[in-house]
């Protein structure tokens, strides 16, 4: 079955590590997205790519990485530069114009 | 800049009462997507709709209905006789023009009490 696979489903970090969350999605869709969702703040866009080898920030990129070096792959790297990096991301995929399907989330949390 | 707001943060009902879910978007574009999001408590997002911004016949699908509204920039969720499982969290969104970017709004809590 098509689909997208984020994980691990939990991740526990010590502060000061830089953490890669892993997303493969097999749709054959050429766009890549991440997301943030804290409480409250409903689901924020951290970056996203239209196509291999190309990505753009979204709205609160600072303190996160990403690659986009095949098709099918979009890790995210959280970095000891984000302040506030305890949260769930979610990980979704598309073709243009139609609707993101999303992966199960990473629960993400550094103490 | 595009933006969504769902306006309402929680609503709480008792079940099969109806209940209508309110989001209202920004764009200057004129080609542009909305849609609506649910998230149960087990966490991942679920499609309900797209609408694409020259068809603005409203949707029914089984309890579920949209009304989109270009002249009030809304696109309002309707659902008609709730049930407990559709106790979650709702959001709405937009896609402007030929922008891959979406946009999500805060989401609605919406609990169905029995």
């Known amino acids: 079955d098509g689909g997208i696979t984020q994980s691990p489903k939990y991740l526990f970090r010590k502060e000061g590590q830089n953490v890669t969350l892993s997303c493969e999605q097999n749709?054959?869709?050429?766009?890549m997205y991440w997301y943030r969702q804290d409480p409250g703040q409903g689901l924020r866009l951290i970056y996203y790519?239209?196509?291999?080898?190309?990505?753009q920030k979204g709205d609160i990129a600072e303190g996160y990485s990403v690659s986009r070096e095949k098709k099918e792959s979009f890790p995210l790297t959280v970095t000891s530069a984000q302040k506030n990096p305890t949260a769930f991301y979610l990980c979704?995929?598309?073709?243009?114009?139609?609707?993101?399907?999303f992966g199960n989330g990473t629960r993400l949390t550094v103490t | 800049a595009q933006k969504v707001t769902q306006a309402q943060t929680e609503i709480s009902v008792v079940e099969k009462e109806d209940v209508t879910l309110d989001c209202v978007y920004e764009t200057r574009d004129t080609t542009y997507y909305l849609f609506w999001y649910k998230q149960p408590p087990s966490g991942e997002l679920v499609f309900l709709i797209r609408?694409?911004?020259?068809?603005?016949q409203n949707e029914i699908s089984g309890r579920y209905s949209w009304n989109f509204q270009k002249s009030t920039s809304s696109f309002n969720f309707t659902i008609t006789a709730s049930q407990v499982v559709d106790s979650a969290v709702y959001f709405c969104?937009?896609?402007?023009?030929?922008?891959?970017?979406?946009?999500f709004g805060k989401g609605t809590l919406l609990t169905v009490n029995p």
């Open positions: 790519s239209q196509i291999v080898n190309d990505f």
């Open positions: 979704a995929s598309s073709r243009q114009g139609w609707p993101l399907h």
């Open positions: 609408r694409n911004s020259f068809d603005e």
């Open positions: 969104a937009l896609r402007s023009g030929s922008n891959y970017k979406l946009t």
């Open positions: 749709l054959n869709h050429d766009a």
